[in-house]
C-alpha cells in the first residue's frame, strides 16, 4: 500500500482530467504531478531521507496538497500543524515529533524566526518559505521546486507500515498528542470512504476547512484514488461556499456542524443553487437534530454524519438511514467492530449507556513516542473512546456525549447534549454549548453559552426560563445564559468547551 502510486497513475492514464482547483489555478492531473515532481526532487536534493519529518505551518494553499502528494511518493513523513498553534506550544510540536524541515510562508515567519533558537536540530537551511519573496534565513520554495526535475524520483521502496503523517489532536480535552498514520490506513481512507460516500472518477470533491485537520482526509483521500477534482478553498466564507458548489457543480462536501449551521442560514441557501450536491457530510461534532432537519427538508437524501476519531474508529450514518435513524450517528463501516462498555468492563445490553469501543482497518498504531498514552487508549486491540454511547436493536450507535463532558449535579448524571438539543430549538438562537460550573449546593450544574441569530432578540434570563420550562428533569435545569459572538473553535473547527469552562473552575471572572 503506497498511495504515491496514485498520482503518477492518474497522470499516465488520465492526465488531462482536472484534479486540483484552487483559487484561479486549475490543474491537470498531469500539471499537478509535474509540480509534485519539483517538490520531491527538491527535497531529496536537500538532503532529506525516507522517514524524516516535514512540519508545514500553512493555511489551506496548493503548497500544502503538494508536500501531501510529495512526501507519499518519497516515504518523507509530514506534520501539518495549526497556523493557530504560536510560541511555547509550537515548539514542544516541533520538538516532539523530530521535525528537520520546516515549511511556512511569508505571514508566519515572524512567529517561526522567534522560535529557531530553541530548534537546533533543524539546519539552518531546512527552513524554507512559500511566495516569490525573498526572505532572510529562508530558503525559496518556489526557487527550489523551479530548478528541480518534473520527473518522478527515482523509486523509493514504501511499505504498509510505513508513515504517512503525523497529526496532532486538537486539543479539546488537553495537551495534544501526535497521532500516525501510516500508508496502509491512508489507503483504507482511500477505499472505505469511497465508498462509503459514492465518490467516483466523474465526483467534483470541495473542502473549505483546514486541510490540516483529519477530517478532511475523509475526502481528499478517496477523491485523489478514484481520480475526481479536488476544489480546495483558501477558508470557508459562506455565500462564496454556496455560489462556488453552483458554479463548479460540486458533489461532494465534507463540513463540521458550524458551517453547516451556516450554510443554512445563510441568504443564498437554496435547493436550486446546490442541487448538483450528492453527498453533504458532517464531521468533528454532534449535529444538532434541529438543524439536521432544517437541511434536510431543503435538500433530502444528501446527508451523512460521520462519527470519530482521528485515532482510527468511525461509525457512518448513511444517506438512506436519515429517515428512520436520524438521531443516530449510523453504524460501523464494513471491517470495522463495535462495543459499548460498562463501567464493570461488562458489554452494556441494547439500549444502555457505556464507553464506545471500537477497532479496524484504520486503527492507529500509536501516538508517536508516547507507547504509555497509547496503552491506555488501545486495550487488547479495542480503542477506547472516552464517548458515551448505546446503540438500538438495529445495532446503530447513538451518542449521548463525552465522559469528559458529563456533568455530575447531585450526584446524577446530565448530559450536556440534551439540554442543547432543547436550546436550538428556540428561534433566537443559533447555537448553543452547555457545560458544568461549580456548585456549592450541587457540585456542578449546567450552564448555557450561546450565540444568537440576531443580538438583542431575547435577554440571557428570558432564554434560561425558556429553557428551564423545557427540559425533562429538574437536574437540567441550567444555572445560567451568557452570550457570546462566537465560540472558541479547534482548527478542526470543534467547539472548545474547556476554554470556556476552565475559568469557572480555576475561580475567575464569573463571566464569559
Known sequence: MNIGSLLPRHARYRPDHLAIVFNDQRLSFREFNQRVNRLANALLGLGLRKGDKIATILPNCLELLE?????????????????????????????????????????????????????????????????????SGYRSYNELTAAASDRNPEAIEINDEDLFNIIYSSGTTGQPKGI?????????????????????????IMHAGSIVFNGSFLTLMPSMYVGATYILLEQFEVKAFIETIRRERVTHVKMVPSQIVAMINAPNFSAEALDSLEMIGTVGAPLHLQHKEKLNSVLPGRFY??????????????????????????????????????????????????EIVGRGPALMPGYYKRPDLTEQAIIDG?????????????????????????????????????????????????????????????????????????????????????INERVDSKLQRVHAVAFMEDFPRSTAGKTLKRVMRDPYWAGRDKRI
Open 67 to 135: 508536500v501531501y502528494w510529495a512526501v507519499a511518493k518519497t516515504g518523507l513523513v509530514v506534520v501539518p500543524l495549526s497556523t493557530l498553534t504560536r510560541g511555547k506550544g509550537l515548539v514542544n510540536l516541533l520538538r516532539d515529533s523530530d521535525v528537520t524541515t520546516v515549511i511556512t510562508n511569508r505571514d508566519f515567519v515572524e512567529e517561526v524566526s522567534a522560535i529557531k533558537q530553541a530548534l537546533p536540530d533543524i539546519a539552518g537551511d531546512r527552513y524554507l518559505v512559500t511566495g516569490n519573496e525573498v526572505v
Open 382 to 466: 479495542w480503542l477506547h473512546t472516552g464517548d458515551l454511547g448505546y446503540v438500538d436493536e438495529d445495532g446503530f450507535l447513538f451518542l449521548v456525549d463525552r465522559m469528559k463532558d458529563l456533568i455530575i449535579t447531585g450526584g446524577c448524571n446530565v448530559f450536556p447534549r440534551d439540554i442543547e438539543e432543547i436550546i436550538v430549538q428556540h428561534p433566537a438562537v443559533r447555537e448553543a454549548a452547555v457545560f458544568g460550573v461549580p456548585s456549592e449546593k450541587w457540585g456542578e450544574t449546567p450552564m448555557a453559552v450561546v450565540i444568537l441569530r440576531e443580538p438583542g432578540a431575547v435577554s440571557e434570563d428570558e432564554l434560561r426560563d425558556w
Open 180 to 204: 500516525v498514520h501510516t500508508h496502509y490506513i491512508r489507503a483504507m481512507y482511500c477505499t472505505l470512504f469511497a465508498s462509503a460516500y459514492r465518490i467516483r472518477p466523474e465526483s467534483i
Open 305 to 354: 454524519e460521520l462519527y470519530g476519531l482521528t485515532e482510527g474508529f468511525v461509525t457512518i450514518l448513511d444517506k438512506n438511514d436519515y429517515d428512520a435513524k436520524a438521531n443516530s450517528v449510523g453504524a460501523p463501516p464494513p471491517f470495522f467492530e463495535m462495543r459499548i462498555i460498562k463501567e464493570d468492563g461488562s458489554e452494556a445490553a441494547t439500549g444502555e449507556v457505556g
